[in-house]
Structure formats: structure tokens, C-alpha cells
């Protein structure tokens, strides 16, 4: 917040990278952004020291986000089903699969022990929770409602944890549960 007699330096370097924010119209304090890039003021730079700390300050408020994110342990991803070291397979989810994934998992429970993945916050990117999980599977599958696993290719990026065994479904239906049962008794074994 801008104290009396202070200048307001909207992109402010700060040690979280997470600078000053103001009511707009709040009297004395100007609000400015130019070009490509710009300093604490908002005005544009080209200067390399200026683009380079600003990069930085932009990064560090991910760090900052997800330092806190642990700290109220907020649900970075959910886990569901067999713990991943009793599991036969633990699948890797996001977005609207979870549902059909679940409803599989009830039709699959006298025929494996399964546990379920949630990936919930995609940036900043949960790789020690993703990674524990994953380590102490015996098997995992990414099961996608798209063409390249885009999850899979992130748990790679993210963290270099490769997962081989896919199922996935890109021809813009849902995933059905029924048949979402038999591709998992294929690609489990």
C-alpha cells in the first residue's frame, strides 16, 4: 500500500516478486505500462539489467504462490483409492475425466486395487506431490481427454518422471465409464 509521500511504483522488484497493488483512483498514484517491457514504473526499457530483474521478480511470485499454497496446505493435487505402494496401477487425472475415472474405479473394485491422481494447479506446477505419488506406484497410467497427453508431457517437463502407458480419447465425447473399464483391464494386464 502507498504510504503518504511515497512514490507508488506499481512493478516494484520485491523480495516475493509480488509488488504493491492500489484502489484505482486513489489520489497522487499514477498508473502506467509501456511496450514490451518496463521498469518499476511502468515505463518501457530495453535496458538488460531492467528486463532481466523483471523476469525475475515474475517468477519469483511463483515460488512465492506455491510456498504458500503448501504452507495452508491447499490441495495441489487429490488422491483417491489405494495408497500408490498397495495399488495395482495409480491413474493420472485433471479436469473432467474425474468422473467417468471414478465411476471406472467401482466398476474395476474386484478386479484391481486402483488409486487415482488428481493433478488440481497445473502453474505453478505441484512436482513433489505429483513425484512422491508417482515413485511409489508399482505401475501408473495418464488416462487424457486429448490427442497428446498434455499432462504427461508436463509430469515429464516438470519433474522427468515418464509415464508410458496412456489411454487416450480426442473425438469430443466423454470418457464412458463402461468402456473407459475395459481399456484399463488392457493396459493393467
Not at 509430469?155 to 480426442?170: D, F, L, P, Q
Request: charged share 35%.
Amino acid at each position: 500500500m502507498k504510504k503518504r509521500g511515497e512514490e507508488y511504483l506499481r512493478y516494484k522488484i520485491t523480495e516475493t516478486g509480488v509488488s504493491p497493488r492500489i484502489i484505482p483512483g486513489t489520489r497522487g498514484a499514477l498508473f502506467r505500462c509501456e511496450g514490451s517491457e518496463h521498469d518499476e514504473h511502468g515505463y518501457y526499457t530495453e535496458k538488460p539489467e531492467r528486463v532481466t530483474a523483471m523476469w525475475r521478480k515474475r517468477f519469483r511470485k511463483l515460488e512465492t504462490l506455491l510456498k504458500e499454497l503448501r504452507e495452508r496446505e491447499f490441495p495441489l493435487v487429490k488422491y483417491y483409492g489405494y495408497p500408490p505402494e498397495e495399488a495395482d496401477a495409480v491413474l493420472v487425472i485433471w479436469g473432467s475425466v474425474k468422473g467417468p475415472v471414478l465411476e471406472a474405479l467401482r466398476i474395476l473394485r474386484n478386479e484391481y486395487r486402483l488409486g487415482v491422481l488428481q493433478v488440481v494447479l497445473m502453474k505453478p506446477f505441484p512436482d513433489k506431490e505429483v513425484l512422491d505419488i508417482l515413485t511409489r506406484a508399482k505401475q501408473v497410467v495418464d488416462v487424457e481427454n486429448n490427442y497428446t497427453s498434455q499432462l504427461a508431457r508436463l509430469i515429464r517437463e516438470e519433474t522427468g518422471y515418464y509415464i508410458e502407458k496412456r489411454i487416450n480419447k480426442y473425438d469430443g465425447r466423454p470418457f464412458n465409464p463402461v468402456a473407459l473399464s475395459k481399456q484399463l483391464r488392457e493396459v493393467i494386464g
